[in-house]
């Protein structure tokens, strides 16, 4: 009776040790899906406005240039997409500010084809985009406490650019985007989602043909 009553306490305790243990890695795992998870957040939108294509679009009857936001919204051509990466064909890229279901505010990205300035004509209109959710929407982040654009000025010779606009309605591209963010509820065990700022490499003037379209 003895010998068994100590197998049985010895069993029992294993048993309590690896559920234990198998709870923690399970916290573990999600912890670290959810670091993941920010850093490729994080990548994407680097990689997606880093790519960004000085392109025009077919809106109002004439040619002007794909690239508009303000403070909840922004759209531009990309060369790099989630689906296929720096390897597919360009996206028209849309970014939008929503509400969460889950309380605070959601980024909510929307990308599709572009094939010329024919493929912006649907989108033509205010700068400030409608919330269209479809089956392809990608939720970026969510439960963020706040959430906006701002755009740099470039200045021609300047490292370190010219003033922050909420707005966007230039015929060039800007130097830089900001995307200010933070988490509703901060959780110090967790990856914060933070302000990322992602500069753009292309200087060229959008407006002007490139010299083969000159011909």
């Known amino acids: 009776m003895i010998a068994i009553t100590l197998v049985a306490a010895i069993s029992s305790g294993l048993l309590l040790a690896m559920r234990t243990s198998l709870l923690t890695y399970e916290k573990i ?8 998870r920010a850093m490729g957040m994080q990548q994407a939108l680097a990689r997606q406005i880093g790519g960004v294509m000085p392109v025009l679009g077919g809106c109002g009857g004439g040619l002007v240039p794909l690239f508009n936001g303000d403070a909840r919204s922004l759209r ?9 990466g720096a390897r597919g064909y360009p996206r028209i890229v849309e970014y939008q500010v929503a509400p969460d279901p889950h309380g605070g505010v959601r980024l ?6 572009y094939f010329g300035p ?6 033509c209109g205010s700068t400030f985009l409608p919330i269209v959710i479809t089956p392809q929407t990608v939720e970026m982040a969510g439960n963020l406490a706040f959430c906006h654009f701002v755009y740099q000025m470039p200045v021609p010779d300047s490292v370190l650019g010219g003033a922050w606009l909420p707005l966007w309605t230039q015929p060039n591209l800007p130097r830089a985007v900001r995307i200010e963010m933070a988490p509703l509820n901060p959780n110090p065990s967790r990856l914060p989602v933070m302000t990322l700022n992602v500069p753009v490499h292309v200087n060229r003037e959008v407006n002007v043909p490139y010299y083969d379209q000159q011909q």
Not at 29 to 36: C, G, P, S, T, V
Not at 108 to 113: A, D
């Open 29 to 36: 795992n999600q912890r670290l899906d959810e670091n993941r």
């Open 76 to 84: 531009f051509a990309s060369s790099y997409s989630l689906a296929e």
């Open 108 to 113: 909510l990205m929307n990308e599709r084809i």
């Open 118 to 123: 024919a493929s912006s004509v649907p989108l």
